[in-house]
């Protein structure tokens, strides 16, 4: 999605970011059968979401040669 439009990279990729970690959350917590909110569910969304944004940046703006 990214190649195909490469507009917002950055909001695509943080969105994805943030996705994957909230579901990681949700698969893991289920799992476990432990629901716990805290600070570190916190540092990992906004972790994931950053590195989403960094890598969404990165794969519109890298051309591929062809």
């Known amino acids: 999605v ?10 695509k990729g943080a ?6 970690t909230a579901m990681t959350f949700v698969v ?3 799992i476990d059968g432990q629901w716990v909110l805290g600070l570190p569910l916190l540092y ?9 944004a960094v890598a969404g940046i ?5 051309r591929l040669k062809r």
């Open 44 to 52: 990992d969304v906004l972790i994931g979401t950053a590195s989403g």
């Open 28 to 30: 893991f917590s289920f």
């Open 15 to 20: 969105l994805a970011g943030f996705w994957y």
């Open 58 to 62: 990165l794969l519109v703006n890298i």
């Open 2 to 11: 990214l190649r195909t439009h490469p507009e917002k990279g950055w909001l």
